[in-house]
T-cell receptor
Framework: LAKTTQPISMDSYEGQEVNITCSHNNIATNDYITWYQQFPSQGPRFIIQGYKTKVTNEVASLFIPADRKSSTLSLPRVSLSDTAVYYCLVGVSNDYKLSFGAGTTVTVRA | ETGVTQSPTHLIKTRGQQVTLRCSSQ?????VSWYQQALGQGPQFIFQ???????GRGNFPPRFSGLQFPNYSSELNVNALELDDSALYLCASSSGSGWNEQFFGPGTRLTVL
């Protein structure tokens, strides 16, 4: 799986937009980009997946530039309950191994 | 629709003992993957079972073994426990082999003393 680099931590306030950028310089042609969210003492939860340009769902948006060497997860108007660790993963759809890095700890303050 | 469940929630063992962790996959899912998550780190892939067969394995020694049953539930067995085996063990289920969206259970917290 392509190696990913993301910030260790980010702080924000309620109501703000949080953008987490993940670098994946060695991404392969068939690789997809997927983000998971994990709360303490819980399993990770799928947030969003994309291949190129922009993907949006009810929770987040994923922006992928044309060269696909990075991606940005955007969380609109965060609340305290969005405090969690966010993981960026890159890999092909038929690769069963999910390889999680250390993730980005997002702390939302009142 | 029932989600992924794991048992037990917490477990304390001593070094050298053996442990069995259990996972019930989400309804309709035939694939189960197991992960080990040490404190402060991301989950690390142990192995995956698809239709009762091991479908791939991460960098874990043979004392980590597993089973998948006809109802697609699964067990993770760890023999000769070591202190470093202390971690949160996560089970995830998905439909089909490969890297489909995986649904994780709450995990089993194993402490080895």
């Amino acid at each position: 799986l392509a190696k990913t680099t993301q910030p260790i931590s980010m702080d924000s306030y309620e109501g703000q937009e949080v953008n987490i950028t993940c670098s994946h310089n060695n991404i392969a042609t068939n690789d997809y980009i997927t983000w998971y969210q994990q709360f303490p003492s819980q399993g990770p939860r799928f947030i969003i997946q994309g291949y190129k340009t922009k993907v949006t769902n009810e929770v987040a948006s994923l922006f992928i530039p044309a060269d696909r060497k990075s991606s940005t997860l955007s969380l609109p108007r965060v609340s305290l309950s969005d405090t969690a660790v966010y993981y960026c993963l890159v890999g092909v759809s038929n690769d069963y191994k999910l390889s999680f890095g250390a993730g980005t700890t997002v702390t939302v303050r009142a | 629709e029932t989600g992924v469940t794991q048992s037990p929630t917490h477990l304390i063992k001593t070094r050298g003992q053996q442990v069995t962790l259990r996972c019930s996959s989400q309804s309709g899912h035939n694939t189960v993957s197991w992960y080990q998550q040490a404190l402060g780190q991301g989950p690390q892939f142990i192995f995956q079972y698809y239709r009762e067969e091991e479908n791939g394995r991460g960098n874990f020694p043979p004392r980590f073994s597993g089973l998948q049953f006809p109802n697609y539930s699964s067990e993770l067995n760890v023999n000769a426990l070591e202190l470093d085996d202390s971690a949160l063990y996560l089970c995830a289920s998905s439909s089909g082999s490969g890297w489909n969206e995986q649904f994780f259970g709450p995990g089993t917290r194993l402490t080895v003393l």
